[in-house]
């Protein structure tokens, strides 16, 4: 029986090309990194806009363009009040206390305080081209402790070009005082140089320049330097003004605020 041959399994070591099997050793596979894997379906980066910094900018607009508008305001009002000025020369109206007559200024022992005051105040427009038109002025009459001695009011009027207008009214109380300023008054009732009065004006006004009118302007006027003697018999007595100094407030309300 004849011999069977059977092909080695050994390499062949005459340096001819191997199998494929040693191909693939010679160049060996790595796994697929995760950037290839998906680095093909990423899109494509592209920056998106600043949108916060688009709405800095469009606030930043808004108060450059609000504030140049408040500056120009201004410029046209102060224009505005320079050209009134040199056309009409406005000046504040004045006040003065022609006289004020005590006829009862009473504290009784209930500490009640009975007030009946006849006053008169001067008011005079020393304007050319202006003419001021008063709503009804409320007066009140306070003692240097903050003791109210009584309210009264004048009425309304209108008040023309370089003119002076006496005003007249009553002034009375009835009030109950505490014991602390019942006997504070008393006080002051007894001393001889007098009871010293502030008396306060409040009331709204409107200035009327040819055809021009402004809107109604709070006043305010403020009187000091009245000394008041209480009447021992049923007699009047008269209270001293000639020291009395009357101060004229403008007061513009803004919002919450009053100027």
């Known amino acids: 029986m004849a011999d069977r041959v059977y092909p080695s399994a050994k390499p062949a070591t005459n340096g001819?090309?191997?199998?494929?099997?040693?191909?693939?050793?010679?160049?060996?596979?790595f796994p697929a990194t995760k950037a290839q894997l998906y680095g093909a379906s990423r899109p494509l980066y592209r920056p998106q806009p600043n949108r916060h910094r688009y709405r800095r900018s469009c606030c930043c607009s808004c108060c450059l363009w609000s504030t140049v508008a408040i500056l120009v305001l201004i410029l046209l009002a102060?224009?505005?009040?320079?050209?009134?000025?040199v056309l009409y020369r406005p000046h504040r109206p004045t006040f003065t206390i022609s006289s004020l007559k005590v006829?009862?200024?009473?504290?009784?022992a209930s500490s009640k305080l009975i007030t009946n005051i006849n006053l008169s105040v001067s008011a005079k427009n020393p304007n050319k081209k202006i003419v001021?038109?008063?709503?009804?002025?409320?007066?009140?009459?306070?003692?240097?402790?903050?003791?109210?001695?009584?309210?009264?009011s004048f009425g309304s009027f209108v008040h023309g070009t370089k003119n002076s207008t006496v005003l007249k009214t009553s002034i009375t109380?009835?009030?109950?005082?505490?014991?602390?300023?019942?006997?504070?008054?008393?006080?002051a009732l007894k001393s001889k140089n007098g009871l010293?009065?502030?008396m306060k004006l409040e009331t709204k006004v409107k200035a009327k320049m040819g055809a021009l009118k402004t809107p109604k302007l709070r006043i305010r006027v403020t009187c000091e330097g009245i000394k008041a003697t209480a009447p021992t018999g049923k007699t009047a007595t008269t209270a001293s003004t000639s020291n009395a100094k009357c101060k004229v407030d403008f007061?513009?309300?803004?919002?919450k605020w009053t100027f």
């Open 16 to 29: 001819s090309t191997a199998p494929t099997t040693a191909g693939a050793a010679a160049n060996p596979s």
């Open 78 to 85: 102060a224009v505005a009040g320079g050209v009134v000025y």
């Open 251 to 255: 007061r513009i309300k803004i919002w």
């Open 132 to 152: 001021y038109t008063y709503d009804p002025i409320s007066i009140s009459l306070i003692t240097k402790d903050g003791v109210d001695i009584g309210d009264g």
């Open 196 to 198: 010293p009065l502030k």
């Open 173 to 187: 109380g009835n009030q109950d005082l505490d014991d602390t300023s019942a006997g504070k008054l008393k006080s």
């Open 103 to 108: 006829s009862t200024l009473n504290v009784t």
